[in-house]
T-cell receptor
């Protein structure tokens, strides 16, 4: 196990609703990144948080937003859910001590939008 | 343009066969990092290896080996004497200047049959 915990593991929402996904990073890790993985595809970078600030964003609309807390845990919020938001959402934690160390991923949250 | 291409969508082998998973990447940066991750059905991405652009030395770890060739922009992964437990989806990923912002390939699903 990586020590990265995501909740919930599964979620079903209706189109137009809002959802919050949570991630507890590995102890000592101060950087959290979020990825969206559609079925049969590779993960796509959503954004990254470092010291509670957004530090880079992928090609996702503003209705995807996030937070990082002082304990380095993080939330991903998605507003006005669309059917295409159905995916596995992965959180990755890493330590910004050396450049590009490996990132440790959680088990993901499977979001289904109906 | 795809930064990471994994042309093999799915590979099936019989246990004990050797198998090579291909990865071709594209970047203009001189400093970059390449990764391989394994994704079992549980969904969590498991780190396998990290290689920086200045280190072209091939690496072997048990039954796993990696062949990094900058001249062909390839970072191929070979499993020797495959086992059923190797069955998973394998992702190749590229990270450029942004810390741990990964570009993932579309993945190769490996089926190892007994």
């Amino acid at each position: 196990e990586t020590g990265v915990t995501q909740s919930p593991t599964h979620l079903i929402k209706t189109r137009g609703q809002q959802v919050t996904l949570r991630c507890s990073s590995q102890s000592g890790h101060n950087t959290v990144s979020w990825y969206q993985q559609a079925l049969g595809q590779g993960p796509q970078f959503i954004f990254q948080y470092y010291r509670e600030e957004e530090n880079g964003r992928g090609n996702f609309p503003p209705r995807f937003s996030g937070l990082q807390f002082p304990n380095y845990s993080s939330e991903l919020n998605v507003n006005a859910l669309e059917l295409d938001d159905s995916a596995l959402y992965l959180c990755a934690s890493s330590s910004r001590v050396t450049v590009n160390t490996e990132a440790f991923f959680g088990q993901g949250t499977r979001l289904t939008v109906v | 343009a795809q930064k990471v291409t994994q042309a093999q969508t799915e590979i099936s082998v019989v246990e004990k066969e050797d198998v090579t998973l291909d990865c071709v990447y594209e970047t203009r940066d001189t400093t970059y990092y390449l990764f391989w991750y394994k994704q079992p059905p549980s969904g969590e991405l498991v780190f396998l290896i990290r290689r920086n652009s200045f280190d072209e030395q091939n690496e072997i770890s048990g039954r796993y080996s990696w062949n990094f060739q900058k001249s062909t922009s390839s970072f191929n992964f070979t499993i020797t004497a495959s086992q059923v437990v190797d069955s998973a989806v394998y992702f190749c990923a590229l990270s450029e200047g942004d810390f741990n912002k990964f570009y993932f390939g579309s993945g190769t699903k490996l089926n190892v049959k007994p």
